[in-house]
C-alpha cells in the first residue's frame, strides 16, 4: 500500500552569473534550486505530477512562495546567505522542512538538512516520506467488528449472563452453598458477646 | 469479581475507540463545507478564439491568479502566489500560456492554460520595485520565438515566451524612469515606449524589438510637471495630466520631436471642477477622463484639438478596447440607473451610435461597477456578439450577456475582515416534524438502506442513493434554530464593506447588504472595515425582537480617523442604524453587560484614550456607572514598546448626552526597547467557559487552575531577530513569554527561550497558554505551553480543613489579591509553519480541548490539548497513564486522520473562528482565507449524542431478535416445566 515517495532536493548553485560578479542593488543573494519528486503513482491512481500541480515551496515561513515546474524543478532567487527554511505544501504527502544554510564566507557553498531527521542532504536523495491519508478506511463488516462495538458487546454481555451465570451456580457444590449461606447468617447476626 | 472485571473490560473497549477523531470519506459534505473564491479582479483576459472550453484568466487583489470557466464562473486552476507577491499584470501568450508579472516587475511567471502547471520562471533585475508594463506582442505568428517585454524601472526585458530566457535586457536611464504607456505599430519591428522621468520631463523611446537596440531617444520637460498618467491617443499624440490635474497636456512625438500643448479642462467642460483622472485606455483617437461627477469621452483631433464626443454620467465604467479588426475597435460603456444597469457598446469608428444596448436588472447589494472586460463572439449570423465580465463594488464578479446575468461569484467573500455569529429564529408552533420527517415509512426506508450499507450488502446504486439521502438533508439546512445548535448564521464583514449572513448549513449566502456607510463617499473618502460584535442577542427580555450586530469601520486608515457605526438586524440584514462617530476608534471593549434591551454595552476607546459608552441611553449609563469601578483596560502600544492599564474616571460633571469616561492610568510596563520588542499579545476569550477550576491529578491529588480572565500574554523577540526566519543568528535572537495580569499589572510569569524568533502565533484559553515559535538552534518550528495554578488554594485539599470550615473556598476572588500562583511549563517540536492558532470551545466547557493549527500548506490541524501537558514525561507512572497523560516525545505527532480539513486546502489561510454549539461534545469551526470551510468537530468524540451513522435499523433487528428469543425460550421453558410436571 505504501509507495515510495521520493523527494530529491538538488541544490544546484548556479547563480546568477551578474548577481554574484557585480550584486546589483536589488538582489545580492544567491539562488536556490531543487527539486520535488513524487514516484509511481498514488494509491488513487493518479499521476504524479498531477498530484504536485498545487505543491508549493515556502521559503522561510512565507516569505516567498513558488511553484514546482513540469519536472518538478523550483528555483528561489536572491536569497541572502545564512540559514534559510524551506517547506513543501503538497496535498496528499507529509514533507519534511529543509534547513539550507547559504555560506557567507564561501559564497555558493549550500548546505542542506532536513529538520525532521536531521538528516544531512548530500546529493541529495531524501528518504521516502510519508504519504497522508486522510481519511479512515471503512472496515468492511465482520462479525468480529460488531461483536466489539458497544452494543455487541452488551448483547454480549447479557448472553452472558443468562446463560452462563446460572450454569455457574448449578456448579457449585451444594456442601459449599450451604456452607456460604451459614456463614452469612452467623456474619449478620449480632454478637452477644 | 468476574462481572467487575467484565465491565472493566467493556468500558476500556469501548472507550479505546474513541481516540481519534477522523472522518470517513463517504461522510465528507455532512457536516462540512468548503467553498472556494479569488479575490476581487484586477485584471482578466479572455481565451475564447479556439473551439473547445471558453475561459477568462484572472488575476486578483488577493494574489490569486485563476482560470475561470466562461459558461458557468467555475474555476479550472488557481494559484495563490505569495503574501508579497502583488501581480502587476497578467496575459497570454502562444496561446497557451498565461503569463503573470508579479512583484513590482521582478518575477515573470509562465503557466500552463489548460491545467495550470508552472512552465517557467524568471526573475528579473528591477532597480526598484515601480509600475511595470508587460508588453506580449499580439500579431506574431505563433511558433515563431516570440518575445515578451517587460517593462519596469528603468530597464526593458525581452524575454522568450516558450522557455523564459531572457533575450535581451536594455538599461534605458538610471534615473527615476517610469514608462507609461508601450505601442508597437502593427506590423513593425519598432516599440515605442513612452513615459517620464521624474515628474516633469517627457521621454519617448524607439527599441528594435528584435535586438532591444534603442534607435532613436528623444526627451522634452514641461515647466509645470507631470501628474503621472499618460493615455495614448494615437500613434503620435500621448495626453497627459499635469501635475494640478487641471490641465491636459498633450504631447506630440513624431520622428523624435516632442511638442506640448496645454488644455485647461474647464475649457472644455465648463461644469469641471476638482482633480481630473485619466482612465486607462487604449483608443484611437479616444481619451477618457474621469472628472469627479462624470466619465467624459473626448476625441482627439490633432495635437491641439479635443473634442467631446459623450458625457457619461457617474455611477459608471469604461471599458478597454477591443480590436475587431484592423481598423475597428468596440468598447463597453455601462451605466447605472437606480437598479439597472444600461451596457453600451460602441465602435470607434462610430462613435454616435450603438452597436448594442441592453439593460440588466441588478441586485442593490452589489454597488456600483467597478471595472469592466468586454469580450466579442460570433453570432450564427455572422455579427459580432459582446459580453462583459464586470467587477462590482462589493468585489463580486458577473458575467452579463444578452442582458443577462450569466453567473455572478461573491467573491468578496475571500477577504473576509471579521466574523461573528448569530442564532436563527425559533421554530414557529405549527410547523409540524411529520412535514420534516416526510413519513414514517420514508424514514425507515432511509434506516435499512442505512443499514444496507454498513453491512456492505449496498448495491452500487444504493451506495448513492444513500449518499445523496445524507448530503441533501433537508435537516441541516432549515432556516430555525436546532436542539443541537448546530444551525447558526455566520456573519461575516468583508474588506469591500459588506456584510453577508452565511448559513452553517450549507454555507449558502442568506442575506448581504452592501452597508452605506462603509461606502466611499464625500464625507468618507477611504472607509475601511474593523470589525463586527454581537449587539443585540435577546433571550429573556426582548424575545420578539431580531438580534442583531454591530458593525465597526472607520474613515480612512489612520487612527484618528472618525469611526462608523452600524447595527444590522441578523435574521434579514437590514440596517437599522448606521452612523459616522464625531471621535475615532482605537479598540473596542464589548462589556458584558446589558441593558434592559439586552444590547450589550461597548465601550469605545478613541485616539485620545477617551471611553465613550454605547448605546447612548440614559439607562445603559445607568448600568454602567455601577460597575465602572470593576472596568479596568490597557492598551499596547506596540511602536513604543509600552503596556499601559488604565481604569475609568468621570472627571466633572457626566455630560449625560456624551457619555464620555475619562482614563485614569494605573500602571505601565515599559520594555527595553533596546532588547525586546512586542511581537504579539493574546488573551482569552471574553466568553469561554470553564467548567471547573480544580484538577485532579493522579493520586487522587488536586491541582487548581489559575482562572483570570484577565491574563494577557505578551511575545516579545530581539530587534535584531524580529524579521523573517534567515534573518538572524541564533546568538543574537531571543524570545520573552510574559504572563501580565491587567488589572494590577503584575507580571506573573516571564520565560525566555534563546535562540528563538517570531513569527509567533498564540492562543490562551483557561490556564495555559500555548504559543508557536521558531527555534534556530535547532532550526525547527517550537510549541510552548505555560499552565498556571493557583497556589493559595493548594491547602484545601485537606479533608479536615474542609470539615471543620477552616478552607478558604468561599473567600472572594480579588483581581487585586496577589495569588501564589506556580506554573508549569514544556515544550515541544512542530513540523510545520503556522498561520493561525486557535482552541475549540464547548458549551459548558468539560469537553477535553482541542487546538486548531492552520498550517503552511493551508490545512487545519486538531491536536489535542493532552499533547501539550507539562506534566508529560519519558515515563509517566501507571497512575498518570491512567489520568491519560501521553509519553513525552521531542516533537508533536501529526497524524493526517485529524486534519479537521481533511483532504481540502483553505487557500490563503487568515483565521480560524470557533464556536460552541447546544451541543456540548461539538464545536463549530469556520476557517476563512481566500477560501472558506466550515465543519463541526467533537474533540472527545460526540459522547451526548448519537452520531449521524448510528443505525437505527440494526437496533430495531436486535430488539426483535431478542423478542423472537424470549418466546422462543418461554415456550421452550414452558414445554419443560410441563414435561416435569408429567413427570
Given at each position: 500500500?505504501?509507495?515510495?515517495?521520493?523527494?530529491?532536493?538538488?541544490?544546484?548553485?548556479?547563480?546568477?552569473?551578474?548577481?554574484l560578479?557585480?550584486?546589483?542593488s536589488?538582489?545580492?543573494g544567491?539562488?536556490?534550486?531543487?527539486r520535488?519528486?513524487?514516484?509511481?503513482?498514488?494509491?488513487?491512481?493518479?499521476?504524479?505530477?498531477?498530484k504536485?500541480?498545487?505543491?508549493k515551496i515556502?521559503?522561510?515561513?512565507?516569505q516567498?512562495?513558488?511553484?514546482?515546474r513540469a519536472?518538478?524543478?523550483?528555483?528561489?532567487?536572491?536569497v541572502?546567505?545564512?540559514t534559510?527554511?524551506?517547506?513543501?505544501?503538497a496535498?496528499?504527502?507529509?514533507f519534511?522542512?529543509?534547513?539550507?544554510?547559504i555560506?557567507?564566507?564561501?559564497?555558493?557553498k549550500?548546505?542542506?538538512?532536513?529538520?525532521?531527521?536531521?538528516?544531512a542532504l548530500?546529493e541529495?536523495?531524501l528518504?521516502?516520506?510519508?504519504?497522508?491519508?486522510?481519511?479512515?478506511i471503512r472496515?468492511?463488516f465482520?462479525?468480529?467488528?460488531?461483536l466489539?462495538?458497544p452494543m455487541?458487546?452488551?448483547?454480549?454481555?447479557?448472553?452472558?449472563?443468562i446463560?452462563?451465570?446460572?450454569?455457574?451456580?448449578e456448579?457449585?457444590?451444594?456442601?459449599?452453598?450451604?456452607?456460604?449461606?451459614?456463614?452469612?447468617?452467623?456474619?449478620?447476626?449480632?454478637?452477644?458477646? | 469479581?468476574?462481572?467487575?472485571?467484565?465491565?472493566?473490560?467493556?468500558?476500556?473497549?469501548?472507550?479505546?475507540s474513541t481516540?481519534?477523531?477522523?472522518?470517513?470519506?463517504?461522510?465528507?459534505?455532512?457536516a462540512?463545507?468548503h467553498?472556494?473564491?479569488?479575490?476581487?479582479v484586477k485584471h482578466?483576459?479572455?481565451?475564447?478564439?479556439k473551439t473547445?472550453?471558453k475561459?477568462v484568466?484572472?488575476?486578483?487583489?488577493e494574489n490569486?491568479?485563476?482560470?475561470?470557466?466562461?459558461?458557468?464562473g467555475?474555476i479550472?486552476?488557481?494559484?495563490v502566489?505569495g503574501?508579497?507577491?502583488?501581480?502587476d499584470q497578467v496575459?497570454?501568450?502562444?496561446g497557451?500560456y498565461v503569463v503573470?508579472l508579479?512583484?513590482?516587475?521582478s518575477?515573470?511567471?509562465?503557466w500552463?492554460?489548460?491545467?495550470?502547471?508552472?512552465i517557467?520562471e524568471s526573475?528579473?533585475q528591477?532597480?526598484?520595485?515601480?509600475?511595470?508594463l508587460?508588453?506580449v506582442?499580439?500579431n506574431m505568428?505563433?511558433?515563431?520565438?516570440?518575445?515578451i517585454?517587460?517593462?519596469?524601472?528603468?530597464?526593458?526585458?525581452?524575454l522568450s515566451s516558450?522557455d523564459?530566457?531572457?533575450v535581451?535586457?536594455?538599461?534605458?536611464?538610471t534615473?527615476?524612469?517610469?514608462?507609461?504607456?508601450?505601442f508597437?505599430?502593427?506590423?513593425?519591428d519598432?516599440?515605442?515606449a513612452l513615459g517620464?522621468i521624474g515628474?516633469?520631463?517627457?521621454?519617448a523611446?524607439y527599441?528594435?524589438y528584435k535586438?532591444?537596440e534603442v534607435l532613436?531617444?528623444?526627451k522634452?520637460s514641461?515647466k509645470?510637471?507631470f501628474?503621472?498618467?499618460?493615455?495614448l491617443?494615437?500613434d503620435?499624440?500621448?495626453?497627459?495630466?499635469?501635475a494640478?490635474?487641471?490641465?491636459?497636456?498633450?504631447?506630440s512625438?513624431?520622428?523624435?520631436?516632442?511638442?506640448?500643448q496645454q488644455?485647461y479642462?474647464?475649457?472644455l467642460?465648463?461644469?469641471?471642477?476638482?482633480?481630473?483622472?485619466?482612465?486607462?485606455s487604449?483608443?484611437?483617437?479616444?481619451?477618457?477622463?474621469d472628472?469627479a461627477?462624470?466619465?467624459?469621452l473626448?476625441?482627439?483631433?490633432g495635437?491641439n484639438e479635443?473634442?467631446?464626443?459623450?458625457?457619461?454620467n457617474y455611477?459608471?465604467?469604461?471599458s478597454?478596447?477591443?480590436?475587431?479588426s484592423?481598423?475597428?475597435q468596440a468598447?463597453?460603456?455601462l451605466?447605472?440607473d437606480?437598479?439597472?444597469?444600461h451596457?453600451?457598446?460602441?465602435?470607434?469608428?462610430?462613435l454616435?451610435n450603438e452597436v448594442l444596448?441592453?439593460?440588466?436588472q441588478?441586485?442593490g447589494?452589489?454597488g456600483?461597477?467597478?471595472?469592466?472586460?468586454i469580450?466579442n463572439?460570433?453570432r450564427?449570423d455572422?455579427t459580432?456578439?459582446f459580453?462583459?465580465l464586470v467587477v462590482?463594488?462589493d468585489?463580486?464578479?458577473?458575467?452579463v450577456?444578452?442582458?443577462?446575468i450569466?453567473w455572478?461569484r461573491?467573491?468578496g467573500?475571500?477577504?473576509?475582515?471579521?466574523?461573528?455569529?448569530s442564532e436563527l429564529p425559533?421554530?414557529?408552533?405549527?410547523?409540524?416534524v411529520?412535514e420534516?420527517?416526510h413519513?414514517?415509512?420514508?424514514?425507515l426506508?432511509g434506516?435499512?438502506?442505512?443499514?444496507?450499507?454498513?453491512?456492505m450488502?449496498a448495491?452500487p446504486?444504493?451506495v448513492?442513493?444513500i449518499?445523496?439521502?445524507?448530503?441533501k438533508?433537508?435537516?441541516k439546512?432549515?432556516?430555525t434554530r436546532?436542539?443541537?445548535?448546530?444551525?447558526?448564521l455566520?456573519?461575516?464583514?468583508t474588506r469591500a464593506?459588506?456584510?453577508?449572513a452565511?448559513h452553517?448549513g450549507?454555507?449558502?449566502v442568506?442575506w448581504s447588504?452592501l452597508l452605506?456607510?462603509?461606502?466611499k463617499?464625500?464625507?468618507c473618502?477611504?472607509?475601511f472595515?474593523l470589525?463586527?460584535?454581537?449587539?443585540?442577542?435577546?433571550?429573556?427580555h426582548?424575545?420578539?425582537?431580531?438580534?442583531s450586530?454591530?458593525v465597526?469601520g472607520?474613515?480612512?486608515?489612520?487612527?484618528?480617523?472618525?469611526?462608523?457605526f452600524?447595527i444590522?438586524?441578523?435574521?434579514?440584514?437590514?440596517?437599522?442604524?448606521?452612523l459616522?462617530l464625531?471621535?475615532s476608534?482605537?479598540h473596542?471593549?464589548?462589556?458584558p453587560?446589558?441593558d434592559s434591551t439586552?444590547?450589550?454595552?461597548?465601550?469605545?476607546?478613541?485616539d485620545?484614550l477617551h471611553?465613550?459608552?454605547?448605546p447612548k441611553?440614559?439607562?445603559s449609563v445607568k448600568?454602567f456607572l455601577d460597575?465602572m469601578?470593576?472596568?479596568y483596560?490597557y492598551?499596547v502600544?506596540v511602536?513604543?514598546n509600552?503596556i499601559?492599564g488604565?481604569?475609568l474616571?468621570?472627571?466633572?460633571?457626566?455630560?449625560?448626552?456624551?457619555?464620555?469616561?475619562?482614563?485614569?492610568?494605573l500602571?505601565?510596563?515599559v520594555?527595553?526597547?533596546?532588547?525586546?520588542?512586542?511581537a504579539?499579545?493574546?488573551?482569552?476569550?471574553?466568553?469561554?467557559?470553564v467548567?471547573?477550576q480544580?484538577k485532579i491529578?493522579?493520586?487522587?491529588?488536586?491541582m487548581?487552575k489559575y482562572i483570570?480572565?484577565?491574563?494577557?500574554?505578551?511575545?516579545?523577540?530581539a530587534?535584531k531577530?524580529?524579521g523573517?526566519?534567515?534573518?538572524?543568528?541564533p546568538?543574537?535572537?531571543w524570545?520573552?513569554?510574559?504572563l501580565?495580569?491587567t488589572?494590577?499589572?503584575?507580571?506573573?510569569?516571564?520565560?525566555?527561550h534563546q535562540g528563538a524568533q517570531?513569527p509567533?502565533?498564540a492562543?490562551?484559553?483557561?490556564n495555559?497558554v500555548?504559543?508557536?515559535?521558531?527555534?534556530?538552534?535547532?532550526?525547527?518550528?517550537?510549541?510552548s505551553v505555560?499552565?498556571?495554578?493557583?497556589?493559595s488554594r493548594?491547602?484545601n485539599k485537606?479533608?479536615w480543613?474542609?470539615?471543620?470550615?477552616k478552607?478558604?473556598?468561599?473567600?472572594?476572588?480579588s483581581?487585586?489579591s496577589?495569588?501564589?500562583?506556580?506554573v508549569?511549563?514544556?515544550?515541544?517540536?512542530?513540523?510545520?509553519?503556522?498561520?493561525?492558532l486557535?482552541v475549540?470551545?464547548?458549551?459548558?466547557?468539560?469537553?477535553?480541548k482541542?487546538l486548531?493549527?492552520g498550517t503552511?500548506?493551508d490545512?487545519?490541524?486538531?491536536l489535542?490539548?493532552?499533547f501539550?501537558?507539562?506534566?508529560r514525561s519519558v515515563?509517566?507512572?501507571?497512575s498518570e497513564?491512567?489520568?491519560?497523560i501521553?509519553?513525552?516525545?521531542?516533537s508533536?505527532p501529526i497524524?493526517p486522520?485529524?486534519?479537521v480539513?481533511?483532504?481540502?486546502?483553505?487557500?490563503g489561510?487568515r483565521?480560524?473562528v470557533?464556536?460552541?454549539?447546544k451541543?456540548?461534545?461539538t464545536?463549530l469551526v469556520f476557517?476563512y482565507?481566500v477560501d472558506?470551510?466550515?465543519?463541526?468537530i467533537?474533540p472527545?468524540?460526540?459522547y451526548?449524542s448519537?452520531t449521524?451513522?448510528?443505525?437505527y435499523a440494526l437496533l430495531?433487528?436486535t430488539?426483535?431478535?431478542l423478542v423472537a428469543a424470549?418466546?422462543?425460550?418461554?415456550a421452550?421453558?414452558e414445554?419443560k416445566?410441563?414435561?416435569?410436571?408429567?413427570?
Amino acid at each position: 500500500m505504501k509507495l515510495a515517495l521520493l523527494l530529491f532536493v538538488v541544490l544546484v548553485s548556479n547563480f546568477l552569473p551578474s548577481s554574484l560578479a557585480a550584486p546589483s542593488s536589488s538582489g545580492d543573494g544567491y539562488a536556490i534550486t531543487g527539486r520535488v519528486k513524487v514516484e509511481g503513482m498514488t494509491s488513487k491512481g493518479f499521476g504524479a505530477s498531477s498530484k504536485l500541480l498545487n505543491a508549493k515551496i515556502i521559503l522561510n515561513g512565507g516569505q516567498n512562495v513558488t511553484f514546482v515546474r513540469a519536472d518538478g524543478y523550483f528555483t528561489f532567487h536572491n536569497v541572502p546567505a545564512g540559514t534559510h527554511l524551506i517547506e513543501v505544501a503538497a496535498l496528499g504527502y507529509f514533507f519534511s522542512p529543509v534547513r539550507v544554510d547559504i555560506s557567507a564566507r564561501f559564497p555558493g557553498k549550500i548546505q542542506a538538512a532536513l529538520t525532521e531527521n536531521r538528516k544531512a542532504l548530500h546529493e541529495l536523495i531524501l528518504e521516502p516520506l510519508r504519504e497522508e491519508q486522510y481519511y479512515e478506511i471503512r472496515e468492511p463488516f465482520s462479525i468480529m467488528s460488531f461483536l466489539k462495538s458497544p452494543m455487541g458487546l452488551m448483547m454480549g454481555f447479557m448472553l452472558l449472563v443468562i446463560f452462563v451465570m446460572p450454569k455457574l451456580v448449578e456448579n457449585m457444590d451444594p456442601e459449599e452453598i450451604r456452607r456460604a449461606q451459614e456463614e452469612m447468617r452467623t456474619n449478620f447476626l449480632p454478637r452477644s458477646s | 469479581m468476574a462481572i467487575r472485571a467484565c465491565l472493566g473490560l467493556m468500558i476500556l473497549l469501548v472507550f479505546s475507540s474513541t481516540i481519534s477523531t477522523a472522518l470517513f470519506e463517504d461522510q465528507v459534505g455532512l457536516a462540512d463545507w468548503h467553498q472556494k473564491y479569488i479575490g476581487k479582479v484586477k485584471h482578466a483576459i479572455f481565451h475564447t478564439q479556439k473551439t473547445g472550453r471558453k475561459r477568462v484568466v484572472v488575476s486578483t487583489e488577493e494574489n490569486v491568479v485563476a482560470s475561470l470557466d466562461l459558461r458557468t464562473g467555475d474555476i479550472f486552476w488557481r494559484h495563490v502566489l505569495g503574501k508579497i507577491d502583488r501581480i502587476d499584470q497578467v496575459d497570454i501568450t502562444l496561446g497557451k500560456y498565461v503569463v503573470t508579472l508579479s512583484s513590482g516587475g521582478s518575477i515573470l511567471r509562465a503557466w500552463n492554460l489548460p491545467d495550470g502547471q508552472m512552465i517557467w520562471e524568471s526573475i528579473l533585475q528591477v532597480s526598484a520595485p515601480s509600475k511595470s508594463l508587460l508588453h506580449v506582442p499580439a500579431n506574431m505568428n505563433v511558433g515563431k520565438d516570440n518575445l515578451i517585454l517587460v517593462f519596469g524601472g528603468s530597464s526593458i526585458h525581452a524575454l522568450s515566451s516558450t522557455d523564459g530566457q531572457i533575450v535581451w535586457r536594455k538599461e534605458l536611464s538610471t534615473n527615476s524612469l517610469e514608462i507609461q504607456q508601450v505601442f508597437q505599430p502593427h506590423d513593425s519591428d519598432i516599440i515605442y515606449a513612452l513615459g517620464f522621468i521624474g515628474s516633469s520631463e517627457f521621454v519617448a523611446y524607439y527599441v528594435n524589438y528584435k535586438t532591444g537596440e534603442v534607435l532613436q531617444q528623444s526627451k522634452a520637460s514641461f515647466k509645470s510637471g507631470f501628474c503621472g498618467e499618460a493615455s495614448l491617443a494615437s500613434d503620435d499624440v500621448v495626453v497627459a495630466l499635469d501635475a494640478s490635474r487641471t490641465y491636459l497636456v498633450s504631447i506630440s512625438f513624431r520622428n523624435g520631436v516632442i511638442n506640448f500643448q496645454q488644455i485647461y479642462i474647464r475649457d472644455l467642460i465648463p461644469e469641471f471642477s476638482g482633480k481630473a483622472t485619466l482612465l486607462p485606455s487604449k483608443y484611437n483617437g479616444i481619451l477618457a477622463v474621469d472628472i469627479a461627477s462624470s466619465i467624459v469621452l473626448l476625441r482627439v483631433k490633432g495635437v491641439n484639438e479635443l473634442e467631446i464626443i459623450e458625457k457619461i454620467n457617474y455611477p459608471s465604467a469604461i471599458s478597454d478596447a477591443l480590436p475587431l479588426s484592423k481598423e475597428q475597435q468596440a468598447f463597453a460603456i455601462l451605466q447605472h440607473d437606480e437598479s439597472r444597469i444600461h451596457f453600451k457598446v460602441k465602435f470607434d469608428t462610430d462613435l454616435t451610435n450603438e452597436v448594442l444596448k441592453e439593460t440588466i436588472q441588478m441586485d442593490g447589494q452589489r454597488g456600483n461597477i467597478e471595472k469592466v472586460f468586454i469580450n466579442n463572439y460570433m453570432r450564427t449570423d455572422r455579427t459580432h456578439g459582446f459580453r462583459v465580465l464586470v467587477v462590482m463594488e462589493d468585489h463580486s464578479l458577473l458575467l452579463v450577456q444578452q442582458g443577462e446575468i450569466v453567473w455572478s461569484r461573491e467573491d468578496g467573500l475571500a477577504s473576509i475582515v471579521d466574523s461573528t455569529t448569530s442564532e436563527l429564529p425559533v421554530e414557529k408552533e405549527g410547523v409540524s416534524v411529520a412535514e420534516v420527517e416526510h413519513s414514517l415509512f420514508e424514514w425507515l426506508k432511509g434506516h435499512f438502506l442505512k443499514l444496507k450499507g454498513t453491512l456492505m450488502l449496498a448495491s452500487p446504486d444504493e451506495v448513492a442513493a444513500i449518499q445523496a439521502i445524507r448530503l441533501k438533508s433537508f435537516e441541516k439546512n432549515k432556516m430555525t434554530r436546532d436542539h443541537n445548535g448546530f444551525r447558526k448564521l455566520i456573519i461575516v464583514l468583508t474588506r469591500a464593506g459588506k456584510v453577508l449572513a452565511l448559513h452553517t448549513g450549507d454555507g449558502r449566502v442568506v442575506w448581504s447588504v452592501l452597508l452605506p456607510v462603509l461606502r466611499k463617499s464625500e464625507t468618507c473618502g477611504n472607509p475601511f472595515a474593523l470589525n463586527v460584535y454581537q449587539w443585540q442577542v435577546p433571550h429573556h427580555h426582548a424575545m420578539h425582537e431580531n438580534p442583531s450586530v454591530l458593525v465597526v469601520g472607520r474613515c480612512g486608515h489612520n487612527f484618528d480617523a472618525p469611526g462608523i457605526f452600524s447595527i444590522v438586524d441578523a435574521y434579514n440584514g437590514k440596517v437599522h442604524n448606521s452612523l459616522v462617530l464625531e471621535h475615532s476608534v482605537r479598540h473596542i471593549m464589548p462589556l458584558p453587560l446589558t441593558d434592559s434591551t439586552e444590547q450589550n454595552l461597548h465601550i469605545v476607546i478613541d485616539d485620545n484614550l477617551h471611553a465613550h459608552l454605547y448605546p447612548k441611553t440614559s439607562d445603559s449609563v445607568k448600568i454602567f456607572l455601577d460597575e465602572m469601578p470593576n472596568i479596568y483596560w490597557y492598551s499596547v502600544e506596540v511602536g513604543k514598546n509600552i503596556i499601559k492599564g488604565y481604569s475609568l474616571e468621570i472627571k466633572g460633571e457626566l455630560d449625560m448626552a456624551e457619555n464620555v469616561f475619562q482614563p485614569k492610568e494605573l500602571w505601565s510596563i515599559v520594555f527595553p526597547s533596546e532588547s525586546e520588542t512586542i511581537a504579539l499579545t493574546a488573551t482569552r476569550k471574553m466568553n469561554e467557559i470553564v467548567h471547573t477550576q480544580a484538577k485532579i491529578v493522579a493520586d487522587q491529588d488536586v491541582m487548581y487552575k489559575y482562572i483570570s480572565t484577565n491574563i494577557l500574554f505578551v511575545a516579545t523577540v530581539a530587534p535584531k531577530a524580529s524579521g523573517e526566519i534567515g534573518s538572524a543568528t541564533p546568538e543574537e535572537a531571543w524570545l520573552y513569554a510574559y504572563l501580565i495580569d491587567t488589572v494590577s499589572g503584575r507580571i506573573l510569569h516571564r520565560v525566555s527561550h534563546q535562540g528563538a524568533q517570531g513569527p509567533i502565533h498564540a492562543v490562551v484559553s483557561e490556564n495555559w497558554v500555548v504559543y508557536h515559535y521558531f527555534n534556530l538552534r535547532a532550526h525547527r518550528h517550537e510549541m510552548s505551553v505555560i499552565e498556571i495554578y493557583d497556589q493559595s488554594r493548594e491547602d484545601n485539599k485537606d479533608v479536615w480543613k474542609l470539615v471543620l470550615g477552616k478552607h478558604n473556598l468561599t473567600a472572594p476572588i480579588s483581581s487585586y489579591s496577589k495569588p501564589e500562583v506556580t506554573v508549569k511549563s514544556q515544550s515541544y517540536f512542530f513540523t510545520h509553519s503556522v498561520k493561525s492558532l486557535a482552541v475549540t470551545v464547548t458549551a459548558k466547557g468539560i469537553t477535553s480541548k482541542q487546538l486548531l493549527i492552520g498550517t503552511i500548506g493551508d490545512q487545519v490541524l486538531a491536536l489535542d490539548k493532552r499533547f501539550l501537558d507539562p506534566r508529560r514525561s519519558v515515563n509517566p507512572t501507571q497512575s498518570e497513564k491512567e489520568e491519560g497523560i501521553i509519553p513525552l516525545t521531542d516533537s508533536l505527532p501529526i497524524v493526517p486522520q485529524s486534519y479537521v480539513t481533511h483532504a481540502l486546502q483553505v487557500e490563503g489561510l487568515r483565521g480560524i473562528v470557533t464556536t460552541p454549539a447546544k451541543l456540548e461534545s461539538t464545536t463549530l469551526v469556520f476557517s476563512y482565507g481566500v477560501d472558506l470551510f466550515f465543519t463541526r468537530i467533537a474533540p472527545s468524540r460526540t459522547y451526548d449524542s448519537l452520531t449521524e451513522d448510528f443505525s437505527y435499523a440494526l437496533l430495531l433487528l436486535t430488539i426483535v431478535a431478542l423478542v423472537a428469543a424470549l418466546l422462543v425460550t418461554w415456550a421452550l421453558s414452558e414445554k419443560k416445566e410441563l414435561r416435569e410436571k408429567w413427570r
